[in-house]
């Protein structure tokens, strides 16, 4: 572990190489992480999505902090990306939702249920 003696070779002032060391902790986090994941597997346990996710969140968030791309990522223009799925076979469209991460699978689930037409009652 760091302790705060160490930070003496970050100048403090420099917001650049601030965001460049906060981006290479969070890798390490995220390499920490997928080695957990990795000696999980290989005693054929189960790891839960979340976990797996939050290793892909990690990395992009730490490039996203190095880059200074903002907070959160771009939005999408949900009404194509479901065009776009609703194009794709079923074969396709499993395959692409197997690698989704959950969190994002269910903010997809709940574009589907904004966008989706209602029905009218008959009469």
């Avoid at 902790?25 to 797996?52: H, K, Y």
């Amino acid at each position: 572990m760091r302790n705060k003696s160490d930070r003496n070779d970050i100048p403090l002032d420099n917001p650049f190489l601030r965001r460049r060391a906060l981006a290479a902790q969070v890798v390490t986090i995220a390499n920490s992480l997928a080695g957990t994941v990795s000696s999980a597997a290989e005693l054929d346990l189960a790891v839960p999505p979340p976990v797996s996710n939050a290793i892909h969140d990690l990395r992009s968030w730490a490039v996203r902090v190095e880059h200074s791309t903002g907070g959160r990522p771009h939005s999408v223009d949900a009404t194509r990306v479901l065009a776009y799925l609703r194009g794709l076979s079923d074969q396709q469209l499993l395959a692409l939702l197997a690698d989704l991460p959950w969190s994002r699978l269910d903010a997809l689930l709940d574009a589907v249920e904004l966008t989706r037409p209602r029905e009218r009652p008959a009469g």
